[in-house]
């Protein structure tokens, strides 16, 4: 349980609050690249309770600007693409992607009024399938190299879905080991949990739905927490999955992907306080994905153009209660996003933590919640927070990635994470 001060402190991400402060010292995902063509017109977004326009330019750079010009106020996501950045429709001011005001047409000849204006911009970097942003002070820091952004196009399947809820609700999921066998449970073997565990022949849906109550062993790393939860098997040994929380708003899971070879991620990006991006991707390390990884992970079938879910809790996500007798606990479907956005809307718009009653099972969560305090405290008191990333030296993740396989009779799981660097970081 936190209490309403910590509460706030993890919930709050607006320009002027501690928890914001925290999320902006990192890049951050601003738009899927399909959402920015090439001579596609400006995009309103709003991001970190800040209302913006991301565009591109005719040299292809994204930029993100204030959505309102700094001459009148207009809304420059109307605003034309041309002669080398954003012109505003209202008076013709011209702004680039870094914010200097370029041409302002109605100022008499020899004006150098245009050169005291500097524009509210935020530098971008285009990886991954998404365009990222930094939204901090000072020089913003190397754009971690995740095997995920750095993989070719055809390694990597990737896509968006809003949550309509806070940031934080989407991400404690991702450490959230036992709802996997309640939530996304499937009676009949459908979907991406009818894969079979690597290095063996069962279903990773029929091994979390034989042990209900796992053993779980926290950890805390130098990106964030690795999590194991370690369930029995009615063949005498141990089948594990360990998930990682990273810094700050990051879950990173195996995908059933054999170990070291690619990894899914859930990056959780606040809108605002009460809604949410949820970034998805699934990659491989090694090869090409094939169809069923892209759809089972990434894609989403229930999802629609604007990257709503067809599936919602207006209309209850179309849940079918004799599914629930003969298919699936939840009757809501395959897809494991529409699952995860009943769950964390359902809580509220923001979970109030004061009333919540944590057991064995939350020692993930509670991990989690600790750790970003400790940061966002010593972010207060002047310090660089934790997993910023100043140097080449320091960008590359070997042991970085999920896991799911077996572990024998023995169930030793200590030291598995230094098995995931058996491939290039």
């Known amino acids: 349980m936190l209490t309403r001060e910590e509460n706030d402190l993890l919930t709050q991400t607006g320009p002027d609050t501690p928890g914001g402060a925290l999320m902006r010292r990192y890049w951050q995902p601003a738009a899927l690249s399909e959402e920015l063509p090439p001579d596609g017109p400006p995009k309103a ?22 959505i309102h010009c700094s001459h009148r106020r207009a809304d420059l996501s109307y605003a034309r693409v041309e002669d080398g950045g954003l012109r505003c429709v209202y008076h013709g001011w011209l702004y680039d992607v870094g914010g200097r005001c370029l041409q302002q047409p109605g100022e008499p000849k020899g004006s150098t009024f245009k050169n005291t204006i500097r524009h509210l911009a935020y530098p971008c970097i285009e990886a991954g399938g998404v365009v990222f942003t930094y939204m901090g002070p000072g020089e ?23 949550q309509e809820c806070n940031w934080l609700q989407g991400l404690e999921g991702e450490i959230d080991p036992v709802h996997i066998s309640f939530l996304h449970r499937f009676f009949k073997e459908r979907g991406a949990q009818n894969r ?6 069962r279903s990773i ?14 950890e805390e790393a130098d990106f964030g927490v690795r999590l194991y939860a370690i369930r029995e098997t009615a063949d005498g040994d141990y089948y594990l999955r360990m998930n990682n929380f990273v810094y700050p708003n990051l879950g990173i899971f195996s995908a059933g992907r054999p170990k070291g070879d690619g990894y899914g991620v859930n990056w959780h990006v606040p809108i605002d306080d009460t809604n949410h991006w949820k970034y998805s991707w699934t990659h491989s390390r090694t090869s090409p994905l094939d169809p069923s990884e892209a759809r089972g992970y990434a894609t989403n079938s229930d999802l629609n153009p604007d990257y709503t879910l067809n599936r919602n809790k207006r209309n209850r996500y179309l849940q079918d209660r004799e599914e629930m007798k003969t298919s699936s606990f939840l009757g ?12 964390t809307e359902g809580q509220g718009e923001i979970l109030d933590r004061t009333l919540e009653h944590l057991g064995y099972s939350d020692k993930p969560i509670a991990m989690m919640r600790k750790v970003l305090l400790r940061a966002i405290r010593e972010l207060q008191e002047g310090k660089e927070p934790p997993h ?6 320091d960008n590359h993740f070997p042991y970085l990635g999920g896991y799911t396989g077996l ?17 290039p970081s």
């Open 388 to 393: 910023v990333i100043r140097t080449e030296a």
């Open 45 to 66: 977004i709003r991001l970190f309770s800040e209302d913006l326009v991301l565009f591109r330019d005719e040299a292809g750079r994204p930029g993100l600007l204030g």
């Open 205 to 218: 849906n029929s091994l979390v739905g034989e042990d209900l109550s796992p053993r779980l062993e926290v």
């Open 407 to 423: 572990l024998g009779p023995s169930g030793e799981w200590q030291g598995v994470w230094k098995e995931l660097a058996v491939y």
């Open 196 to 201: 079979a565990v690597p290095g063996g022949s």
């Open 140 to 162: 913003p820091p190397l754009l971690p190299n995740y095997s995920f952004l750095t993989v070719p196009p055809e390694y990597r399947s990737n896509t968006k879905s809003i």
């Open 332 to 343: 809501m479907g395959v897809n494991f996003n529409v699952h995860d956005a009943y769950a």
